[in-house]
């Protein structure tokens, strides 16, 4: 979760509670969850939840440039260019965008992305039919 506004007492707790939600989805078992918060104190966030949960805790606040580190490796990766990700932020910073705007900038990825993942289960079900599979 990415937080990138001000949360305090009651609805710190019920947005960061959001998280201990299960999920099921085409991507997997949600096992584990983090939040990137930009702009609260990790200590008044505790505050907040041991108003409610008197066994709260607060794990180690992560360091920063784990984010820029993450672009880095997915930079490096050639999924996508300057100019996608720019027309997505456009899309995003832009109050008056619909949601079939950021589906439109995000499709070109996304196809390039899936047929990619279909030509890699394709040969790899000719190597395993072949007896080449590792």
Known sequence: MYVDKRLAGIQAVQTLSRLNRSNSGPFGVKDTTYVLDFLNDPNEV????????????????????????LRAKLDATGHYDDFE???VVEVELNPKAKQ???IAALEPVRDRLLKQYKQAQERLLAARAHNDAP
């Not at 939840?49 to 920063?64: G, I, K, N």
Request: hydrophobic content about 40%.
């Open 100 to 102: 079939s705007e950021l």
């Open 46 to 69: 505790l505050v907040a939840f041991r108003t409610y949960y008197q066994t709260a805790e607060l794990e180690d606040v992560t360091d920063p440039n784990l984010v820029f580190n």
């Open 85 to 87: 990700v720019n027309r």
